[in-house]
Protein backbone atom coordinates (compact mmCIF):
# COMPACT_ATOMS: atom_id res chain seq x y z
CA UNK A 1 0.00 0.00 0.00
CA UNK A 2 1.43 3.52 -1.02
CA UNK A 3 1.93 5.85 1.31
CA UNK A 4 1.47 9.86 0.46
CA UNK A 5 3.95 12.06 2.13
CA UNK A 6 2.79 15.23 2.85
CA UNK A 7 4.38 17.95 0.92
CA UNK A 8 6.65 20.34 2.52
CA UNK A 9 4.80 23.54 2.86
CA UNK A 10 6.12 26.62 0.43
CA UNK A 11 7.83 30.03 1.94
CA UNK A 12 6.22 32.60 0.22
CA UNK A 13 8.40 34.14 -2.38
CA UNK A 14 10.64 37.17 -1.45
CA UNK A 15 11.58 39.72 -2.89
CA UNK A 16 14.79 41.69 -1.99
CA UNK A 17 14.48 45.36 -2.52
CA UNK A 18 16.79 46.44 -5.15
CA UNK A 19 19.14 49.27 -4.09
CA UNK A 20 16.89 52.10 -6.32
CA UNK A 21 13.96 51.13 -4.15
CA UNK A 22 15.86 51.29 -1.29
CA UNK A 23 17.05 54.77 -2.17
CA UNK A 24 13.34 56.22 -3.50
CA UNK A 25 12.04 55.26 -0.01
CA UNK A 26 14.91 56.77 1.60
CA UNK A 27 14.00 59.81 0.04
CA UNK A 28 10.47 59.76 0.62
CA UNK A 29 11.83 59.46 3.99
CA UNK A 30 13.98 62.43 3.89
CA UNK A 31 11.30 64.71 2.58
CA UNK A 32 9.34 66.87 5.12
CA UNK A 33 5.98 68.65 4.03
CA UNK A 34 6.82 72.25 4.72
CA UNK A 35 3.61 74.60 5.17
CA UNK A 36 2.37 77.11 2.56
CA UNK A 37 2.32 79.88 5.19
CA UNK A 38 5.85 79.09 6.62
CA UNK A 39 7.21 79.06 3.35
CA UNK A 40 5.71 82.72 2.40
CA UNK A 41 6.73 83.95 5.91
CA UNK A 42 10.22 82.21 5.04
CA UNK A 43 10.79 83.73 1.84
CA UNK A 44 9.39 87.18 2.74
CA UNK A 45 11.78 87.81 5.85
CA UNK A 46 14.72 86.50 3.49
CA UNK A 47 14.12 89.04 1.00
CA UNK A 48 13.58 91.78 3.12
CA UNK A 49 16.97 90.75 5.23
CA UNK A 50 18.69 90.95 1.71
CA UNK A 51 17.26 94.26 1.10
CA UNK A 52 17.81 95.88 4.56
CA UNK A 53 21.58 94.60 4.31
CA UNK A 54 22.34 95.65 0.73
CA UNK A 55 20.40 98.47 -0.22
CA UNK A 56 19.62 99.43 3.11
CA UNK A 57 23.41 100.17 3.53
CA UNK A 58 22.93 103.38 1.75
CA UNK A 59 19.82 104.49 4.71
CA UNK A 60 21.56 102.90 7.75
CA UNK A 61 24.91 103.64 9.76
CA UNK A 62 26.13 100.53 12.13
CA UNK A 63 28.80 102.66 14.56
CA UNK A 64 31.88 100.34 13.85
CA UNK A 65 30.91 98.29 10.61
CA UNK A 66 29.87 101.21 8.35
CA UNK A 67 28.93 104.82 7.74
CA UNK A 68 25.53 105.16 5.20
CA UNK A 69 27.21 108.18 3.47
CA UNK A 70 30.09 105.91 1.93
CA UNK A 71 27.89 103.55 0.42
CA UNK A 72 25.54 106.58 -1.51
CA UNK A 73 27.87 106.19 -4.41
CA UNK A 74 26.90 105.12 -7.38
CA UNK A 75 30.11 102.94 -8.66
CA UNK A 76 30.57 99.53 -10.76
CA UNK A 77 33.95 97.27 -10.26
CA UNK A 78 34.34 94.41 -12.54
CA UNK A 79 36.91 93.30 -11.09
CA UNK A 80 37.17 89.94 -9.20
CA UNK A 81 38.22 90.19 -5.58
CA UNK A 82 38.85 93.97 -5.83
CA UNK A 83 37.47 94.68 -2.84
CA UNK A 84 40.40 93.32 -0.78
CA UNK A 85 41.81 96.47 -1.58
CA UNK A 86 39.81 99.28 -0.51
CA UNK A 87 39.26 98.21 3.34
CA UNK A 88 41.12 100.50 6.05
CA UNK A 89 40.85 97.49 8.46
CA UNK A 90 42.16 94.31 7.88
CA UNK A 91 39.08 92.29 8.64
CA UNK A 92 36.58 94.51 6.44
CA UNK A 93 37.67 92.21 3.47
CA UNK A 94 36.80 89.40 5.25
CA UNK A 95 33.04 90.43 6.79
CA UNK A 96 32.42 91.73 3.88
CA UNK A 97 32.82 87.49 2.45
CA UNK A 98 31.60 85.94 4.71
CA UNK A 99 28.80 88.47 5.21
CA UNK A 100 27.73 88.14 1.52
CA UNK A 101 27.96 84.62 2.04
CA UNK A 102 25.72 84.35 4.76
CA UNK A 103 23.41 86.62 2.74
CA UNK A 104 22.14 84.25 0.22
CA UNK A 105 22.80 80.54 2.53
CA UNK A 106 19.13 81.37 3.00
CA UNK A 107 17.32 81.94 -0.01
CA UNK A 108 19.57 79.17 -1.47
CA UNK A 109 17.96 77.04 0.89
CA UNK A 110 14.39 78.24 0.24
CA UNK A 111 14.68 78.14 -3.70
CA UNK A 112 16.01 74.67 -4.15
CA UNK A 113 13.55 72.36 -5.59
CA UNK A 114 15.03 69.77 -7.86
CA UNK A 115 18.19 70.61 -9.30
CA UNK A 116 21.16 72.71 -7.21
CA UNK A 117 22.39 73.68 -10.72
CA UNK A 118 19.30 75.36 -11.44
CA UNK A 119 19.20 76.96 -7.92
CA UNK A 120 22.27 77.97 -8.01
CA UNK A 121 21.67 80.27 -11.35
CA UNK A 122 18.41 81.46 -9.35
CA UNK A 123 21.02 83.09 -6.75
CA UNK A 124 23.00 83.92 -9.67
CA UNK A 125 20.24 86.17 -10.90
CA UNK A 126 18.85 87.20 -7.67
CA UNK A 127 22.10 89.20 -6.54
CA UNK A 128 22.76 90.33 -10.04
CA UNK A 129 19.01 91.88 -9.77
CA UNK A 130 19.96 93.35 -6.20
CA UNK A 131 23.32 94.85 -7.35
CA UNK A 132 21.50 96.46 -10.46
CA UNK A 133 19.01 98.05 -8.00
CA UNK A 134 22.03 99.04 -6.50
CA UNK A 135 23.29 100.75 -9.20
CA UNK A 136 20.56 102.44 -9.94
CA UNK A 137 19.57 103.91 -7.07
CA UNK A 138 23.11 105.18 -5.93
CA UNK A 139 22.70 102.86 -2.78
CA UNK A 140 26.24 101.44 -2.66
CA UNK A 141 29.17 99.65 -5.00
CA UNK A 142 27.89 97.13 -7.05
CA UNK A 143 31.23 95.19 -7.71
CA UNK A 144 31.90 91.55 -8.83
CA UNK A 145 32.89 90.48 -5.71
CA UNK A 146 29.36 90.60 -4.02
CA UNK A 147 27.80 88.57 -7.15
CA UNK A 148 30.43 85.46 -6.44
CA UNK A 149 29.88 85.73 -2.70
CA UNK A 150 26.16 85.68 -2.97
CA UNK A 151 25.95 82.89 -5.58
CA UNK A 152 28.68 80.72 -3.35
CA UNK A 153 26.21 81.26 -0.45
CA UNK A 154 23.23 80.30 -2.68
CA UNK A 155 25.06 77.07 -3.92
CA UNK A 156 25.95 76.29 -0.18
CA UNK A 157 22.19 76.86 0.68
CA UNK A 158 21.20 75.02 -2.27
CA UNK A 159 23.14 71.74 -1.52
CA UNK A 160 22.20 71.61 2.35
CA UNK A 161 18.45 71.75 1.07
CA UNK A 162 19.62 68.72 -1.53
CA UNK A 163 19.91 67.12 1.77
CA UNK A 164 17.07 67.46 4.34
CA UNK A 165 14.91 70.25 4.02
CA UNK A 166 13.23 70.89 7.41
CA UNK A 167 11.02 73.27 8.67
CA UNK A 168 12.94 73.73 11.80
CA UNK A 169 15.81 74.91 9.85
CA UNK A 170 13.31 77.57 8.47
CA UNK A 171 12.02 78.30 11.63
CA UNK A 172 15.84 78.90 13.21
CA UNK A 173 16.50 81.12 10.25
CA UNK A 174 13.30 83.46 10.77
CA UNK A 175 14.18 83.73 14.50
CA UNK A 176 17.62 84.84 13.70
CA UNK A 177 16.55 87.19 10.78
CA UNK A 178 13.96 88.94 13.33
CA UNK A 179 16.89 89.42 15.54
CA UNK A 180 18.92 91.14 13.55
CA UNK A 181 16.63 92.58 12.06
CA UNK A 182 14.56 94.43 14.39
CA UNK A 183 17.32 96.25 16.15
CA UNK A 184 18.80 97.28 12.68
CA UNK A 185 15.77 98.61 11.71
CA UNK A 186 15.22 100.26 14.84
CA UNK A 187 18.74 102.22 14.57
CA UNK A 188 17.51 103.36 11.00
CA UNK A 189 14.41 104.66 12.93
CA UNK A 190 16.59 106.84 15.51
CA UNK A 191 18.74 107.96 12.68
CA UNK A 192 15.66 109.39 10.17
CA UNK A 193 14.30 111.01 13.43
CA UNK A 194 17.55 112.70 14.41
CA UNK A 195 17.92 113.70 10.66
CA UNK A 196 14.49 114.91 10.50
CA UNK A 197 14.57 116.62 13.60
Known sequence: ???CRPRAARSPATTQPTPSSRAMRGA???????SPALYTLSLTVAAAFVLAFTVGKAYI???GLWDAAAHQIQQ???DPFVSFQHYRVWWGPWFNLFGNLALFVPVGYLAYRRSVAATT???FL????VESLQYLLAAGY???DDLIFNTTGGLIGAAAASLHKSPTAMWLFNACAVVILVPYLSLGANQLAAFIA
Not at 126 to 129: D, K
Request: proline content about 4%.
Open 61 to 63: SVP
Open 1 to 3: MRT
Open 126 to 129: ASLT
Open 76 to 78: IRL
Open 121 to 123: CFC
Open 142 to 144: SDM
Open 28 to 34: RVAQVKI
